[in-house]
């Protein structure tokens, strides 16, 4: 990435696209000193970013909304909440190699749209479930098997999607949420005996829908040649 990235004074909207970043350092950062519009970073089909690169790891990164699908990212760094805004609303990593979940996640303070769909992620923090001000939590396609039991009080997850994973039953820490179960466990039968809380919703209909909240599809339509 080049240095000149930070004379975009007015950037709004980045996006990299079917590519893979050979090196993206700190000369190029992303930081509200340089583009302090900045809203949106959108990286789709990139390679070569096991881990976040250095650019986009740097203090006062700007963006509230971080969208990653399709990518070999396996980790966040544990310090990341710390650089990042603080109005962090949306991060998607999806479609990506994953294989714990991040609990980086857990100290943004006013994110409310999480999706993790498509990754190796099998086990969930019950710290998730606390969070405030989270109201949709996408966990399809991971090889989840159950959802911790054990939770101070019922979350505030408005809607949860565990579509095509291995969970059986709900708990009470998922409180009054609408659940998308298709092709889970969960739609066995379809759905006896797996609500646990006379308020929760589950539906097990929708299996053809995309599996990402990211637009990916739409998206290669968008930029063939």
Same mark, same amino acid.
């Given at each position: ?49 096991t881990s976040l690169p250095v650019g986009l790891t740097q203090p006062q990164m700007p963006a509230y909304a971080v969208e990653i699908? $399709?990518? #070999?990212?396996e980790k966040l760094p544990v310090d990341i909440a710390s650089k990042w805004s603080p109005r962090l609303d949306v991060l998607y ?13 857990? #100290? ?30 996408t966990l399809s396609g991971n090889p989840i098997t159950a959802i911790p039991d054990d939770c101070a009080a019922p979350s505030h ?23 998308? $179960? ?44």
């Amino acid at each position: 990435m080049p240095p000149r990235l930070q004379t975009l004074e007015y950037l709004i909207y980045l996006e990299i696209f079917n590519s893979t970043i050979k090196q993206w350092n700190a000369s190029a950062a992303v930081v509200s000193t340089h583009q302090p519009r900045l809203a949106n970073i959108v990286l789709v089909l990139v390679s070569n970013i096991t881990s976040l690169p250095v650019g986009l790891t740097q203090p006062q990164m700007p963006a509230y909304a971080v969208e990653i699908c $399709g990518s #070999d990212l396996e980790k966040l760094p544990v310090d990341i909440a710390s650089k990042w805004s603080p109005r962090l609303d949306v991060l998607y990593i999806e479609r990506s190699q994953l294989s714990t979940f991040p609990r980086a996640v857990l #100290d943004f303070s006013v994110i409310a749209n999480v999706s993790l769909a498509l990754n190796n992620v099998s086990v969930l923090p019950r710290e998730l479930f606390a969070m405030n001000s989270t109201s949709f939590l996408t966990l399809s396609g991971n090889p989840i098997t159950a959802i911790p039991d054990d939770c101070a009080a019922p979350s505030h997850v408005a809607m949860l999607d565990v579509r095509n994973t291995s969970i059986s039953s709900l708990t009470r820490c998922v409180g009054s949420a609408f659940i998308d $179960g298709a092709g889970s466990p969960l739609c066995v039968n379809g759905g006896v005996g797996t609500i646990n809380e006379s308020k929760q919703q589950l539906s097990c209909g929708n299996g053809g829908r995309e599996m990402t909240m990211f637009p990916l599809a739409e998206l290669v339509v968008a930029r063939a040649p």
